[in-house]
């Protein structure tokens, strides 16, 4: 199975940008030559604005090129959201993103307004969200029928004994994965063509630029959260000079490999469940087990409970052809490690999957994915996988992963092995479409301000750390906490310190911690 880098915690992700700067204007890179000649018509575009929704949301759709280095050739057009600021005299436009890959900045804009950024910066800034190429409104990429996506998302791994083991495959089981994974790739040829070739972050990032200049500022003010944040550092590297404020939370590694990042996503999954393990053996009717039951004994008892899954799927009472296996179950659980306000519910899908009904981690699960049910399916993952496999290296032999499989399931029983081998795909990526692994450092670029929570299950505090380390000038804020992203999730500390950031793009002190 496959687990999302996924999007914020209340609502999505985010981004800024605001006046008051010098800089080159709204126009093209600097620099001369045909290339930049090229790409001045996308750079002289206005947004032709229409009222859509509530909050005095204004919609409307700006141009770029399929690919950059023939801009006269096929074209893409992006859908766009702005909620103008509620001051009438704003600083300029916060572009914000919810990360994912794949998810809808174009709908998070609204919700970010109304439940994310801060009222000081709300106040000055338009915000804007915008559905990156290949996601829902903008040119969807699609690799598999909806049909197929369950049997995608969570394979069912088979091990010698018959047991559904992810860290113990059969050959039989391997066969079947390496074909499922290798069947998302050539439905990809064959649903989005050309398309599939051009969904990389750094496109993405260039992307942003055409429509940093489209709104008429000068300068970049970004909030990106979790696989935003690579959005966001990609945009900082290749253009540091246009540069404002990126606030980068949640951050991802900005140079591990897809073998690497899902192990280290599993030992941060690892971390979080420990925490909300702990939280539970101090309530009364933990279906863990009772006070003077440990962490690590609490674990084996949920472990048990996946193995038994394994071998006999529990009771789904949705209806929806679904078999309520080990791997629906783990993705249940992990849905409910990005945020606090998740772990009354996954007690109770917990305390009923005990008694053999898994309807409601099932449920859980499907919220992991956009899934409502199979006719309702976003295109979410295709977009996810693809954009993961396009910006990552990856080992092109079966062999890498079962070797890094072993290592991932010692350090991380109960979901080292299925995040690790959800990087499957990028094995049979197109060469051609996977970019070369370049250090992203953003020399010359202004203070960029990195968020990370310590205890996050989606993208681990270390992640933040290197994030911050690689960045030339990157700066840490940490929250010390629970829970997927860190802005807007009611940290005084930090909601102060990001919005004083995007408001003045003046950092807090390197190495504040936030309790």
């Not at 391997?174 to 990809?188: D, I, M, S």
Request: aromatic share 6%; proline share 5%.
């Amino acid at each position: 199975m496959r687990y999302p880098v996924r999007m914020g915690a209340a609502a999505l992700a985010l981004v800024a940008a605001a006046a008051g700067c010098s800089g080159t204007g709204g126009g093209a890179p600097g620099g001369a030559g045909a290339a930049d000649d090229a790409l001045a018509e996308f750079y002289g575009q206005d947004i032709d604005w229409r009222d859509c929704g509530d909050e005095g949301a204004e919609c409307g759709t700006f141009e770029v090129p399929l690919d950059y280095t023939r801009p006269a050739g096929e074209r893409l057009e992006i859908a766009v959201q702005r909620i103008p600021a509620s001051s009438p005299d704003p600083l300029g436009s916060l572009v914000v993103n919810p990360g994912g890959p794949g998810g809808s900045g174009f709908e998070y804009a609204e919700s970010a307004a109304a439940h994310t950024i801060g009222d000081s910066v709300r106040k000055r800034f338009d915000v804007v969200g915008f559905d990156p190429r290949g996601v829902e409104r903008s040119a969807p990429l699609t690799c598999l029928r909806r049909s197929g996506m369950d049997d995608f998302i969570a394979i069912d791994f088979t091990s010698e004994d018959g047991d559904s083991d992810p860290a113990e495959v059969s050959d039989a089981g391997l066969r079947e994965l390496a074909g499922v994974n290798r069947g998302f790739v050539e439905g990809c040829r064959e649903l989005s063509g050309d398309l599939m070739m051009h969904v990389g972050t750094d496109e993405v990032a260039r992307d942003v630029d055409v429509l940093r200049s489209a709104l008429g500022d000068d300068k970049l003010t970004f909030l990106g959260k979790s696989y935003g944040s690579f959005l966001g550092a990609h945009y900082a590297d290749r253009f540091p000079e246009r540069v404002r404020a990126l606030v980068l939370d949640g951050a991802m590694h900005p140079s591990a490999g897809i073998v690497e990042l899902g192990m280290q996503q599993a030992e941060g999954a690892g971390i979080a469940l420990r925490s909300f393990v702990r939280d539970c053996l101090d309530r009364a009717r933990c279906p863990l087990g009772g006070a003077e039951a440990g962490v690590q004994q609490a674990t084996d008892r949920l472990a048990g409970l996946l193995d038994d899954a394994g071998r006999e799927p529990l009771r789904n009472g949705l209806d929806d052809g679904r078999e309520a296996t080990r791997s629906w179950l783990e993705l249940g659980i992990h849905s409910a490690l990005y945020s606090e306000s998740s772990w009354p519910r996954l007690r109770t899908a917990l305390a009923e999957a005990f008694d053999g009904d898994g309807t409601r981690l099932m449920e859980m699960a499907g919220d992991l994915y956009n899934r409502g049910d199979s006719a309702e399916y976003t295109n979410y993952t295709s977009a996810l996988v693809a954009v993961n496999c396009s910006d990552r290296q990856s080992p092109r032999d079966i062999s890498a992963f079962e070797d890094a499989v072993e290592e991932a399931h010692d350090a991380s029983p109960i979901f080292g092995a299925a995040l690790t081998w959800g990087g499957l795909t990028c094995a049979y990526w197109p060469d051609e479409a996977a970019a070369e692994h370049e250090p992203l450092d953003a020399a010359g670029a202004p203070p960029i301000l990195v968020v990370g929570t310590t205890r996050d299950s989606a993208t681990p505090y270390t992640w933040a750390e290197a994030m911050a380390r690689q960045l030339e000038s990157g700066v840490l804020l940490t929250r010390d906490g629970d829970g997927h992203t860190a802005y807007g999730r009611g940290n005084a500390c930090i909601d102060d310190a990001v919005d004083t950031y995007l408001l003045k793009a003046e950092p807090p002190e390197k190495g504040t911690v936030c309790s």
